[in-house]
């Protein structure tokens, strides 16, 4: 039953939902005031036929108009007109029926035919505009409601296509940089260098997994992060040190795949990289009131100019916008004369 329902034009059950309330309320008033007769009956068949036939023609003159396509001026006064022009033709016809067949009621004055025709208009006039009204919020609604729903879906494509495009450009960017790590140990440290081409696969194998995912849980990121600063660990040796304080709650939670590698990233490229001297980087996790936050602290001086140039930063800014909205930020600042801070906020709702 309900699937019938269901495959069934909506207009068409509208129609017989609306034509058998107008029967029922006339049925209840009938018996209630004890005026049901044969002339009752065939008057409101009547009726109703009539409502029925001429609803469903003036619906195709709307259709056939394309009434639905103008402006809301042009409808508002288009349907009016269409209600008082079917409104003085229904009236004629049922003027003439029931006259002609004799269908008027014992209480009704005596015949005249202007006058009937005059009341049966102005009656129908009321029955059309409530039903013009019905038709034309319900399209206005329906429209809107697609157009937002069309709105919506192209948001959203809009928004997988640029993350799509911004991932497609993160892994180079990071292979980019292994690479330039891996050629720098070769004429070193040859088994060094060996050591980060093994490092290397390993993170690109766990990359290559996450690169269809919108989100990715911290710990598994964190695996990668690990990764890469092992392979870093060969190239810098003692200059390099690296602390976390992660507790372990805060693992389970999603963030974009592949951002906390860039911070790192950049955190080795525009500090540690820069300086002769040892450094070091520390990489936080907390919760702050209903916020994850995330911070890579490292040694060395910030150079605006080469973090904002940098596709990986802007990266971590379009990302966040898009995946968690306004609410998330990421920002860097020099915290004192030797630190460098990244920090980003992720709300958890």
């Given at each position: 039953?309900?699937?019938?329902?269901?495959?069934?034009?909506?207009?068409?059950?509208?129609?017989?939902?609306?034509?058998?309330?107008?029967?029922?309320?006339?049925?209840?008033?009938?018996?209630?005031?004890?005026?049901?007769?044969?002339?009752?009956?065939?008057?409101?068949?009547?009726?109703?036929?009539?409502?029925?036939?001429?609803?469903?023609?003036?619906?195709?003159?709307?259709?056939?108009?394309?009434?639905?396509?103008?402006?809301?001026?042009?409808?508002?006064?288009?349907?009016v007109l269409l209600s008082a022009v079917f409104a003085l033709t229904i009236g004629l016809v049922e003027t003439i029926i029931v006259n002609g067949f004799d269908l008027r009621f014992k209480q009704e004055n005596s015949f005249n035919f202007f006058q009937d025709y005059i009341s049966n208009a102005f009656t129908w006039m009321i029955f059309l505009f409530i039903w013009n009204c019905i038709y034309f919020i319900y399209h206005f609604i329906d429209e809107s409601t697609r157009n937002q729903l069309d709105k919506l879906k192209l948001e959203a494509l809009v928004k997988s296509l640029e993350l799509k495009t911004?991932?497609?450009?993160?892994?180079?960017?990071?292979?980019?940089?292994?690479?330039?790590?891996?050629?720098?140990?070769?004429?070193?440290?040859?088994?060094?260098?060996?050591d980060a081409v093994t490092a290397l696969s390993n993170i690109l194998r766990s990359s290559m997994v996450s690169e269809t995912q919108e989100t990715i849980s911290l710990e598994r990121e964190l695996s990668i992060v690990k990764d890469y600063l092992a392979?870093?660990?060969?190239?810098?040796?003692?200059?390099?040190?690296?602390?976390?304080?992660?507790?372990?709650?805060?693992?389970?939670?999603?963030?974009?795949?592949?951002?906390l590698q860039t911070l790192v990233e950049n955190a080795i490229k525009h500090g540690i990289s820069k300086s002769l001297k040892p450094g070091e980087i520390l990489i936080k996790a907390s919760f702050i009131d209903n916020d994850l936050t995330?911070?890579?602290?490292?040694?060395?001086?910030?150079?605006e100019h080469e973090y904002v140039e940098g596709f990986g930063i802007q990266s971590t800014s379009s990302r966040l916008n898009l995946i968690f909205g306004e609410k998330s930020s990421f920002n860097i600042c020099q915290i004192d004369s030797e630190h460098v801070q990244a920090k980003v906020l992720i709300p958890l709702s």
């Open positions: 039953m309900l699937n019938f329902f269901q495959k069934f034009p909506k207009y068409w059950l509208f129609q017989a939902l609306g034509w058998g309330l107008f029967l029922a309320v006339n049925v209840f008033f009938a018996i209630s005031y004890k005026i049901v007769d044969q002339v009752f009956a065939v008057r409101l068949t009547v009726t109703i036929l009539l409502g029925v036939l001429f609803t469903h023609l003036m619906r195709m003159v709307i259709k056939q108009l394309k009434f639905l396509q103008k402006t809301i001026n042009f409808q508002l006064i288009g349907f911004i991932k497609s450009h993160i892994n180079p960017h990071f292979i980019f940089n292994a690479l330039n790590s891996i050629r720098a140990l070769i004429d070193e440290n040859p088994s060094h260098a060996r392979l870093e660990l060969i190239r810098f040796e003692e200059r390099l040190s690296i602390r976390y304080e992660i507790p372990s709650e805060v693992l389970h939670h999603q963030i974009p795949p592949m951002m995330i911070e890579v602290l490292n040694t060395g001086n910030l150079n």
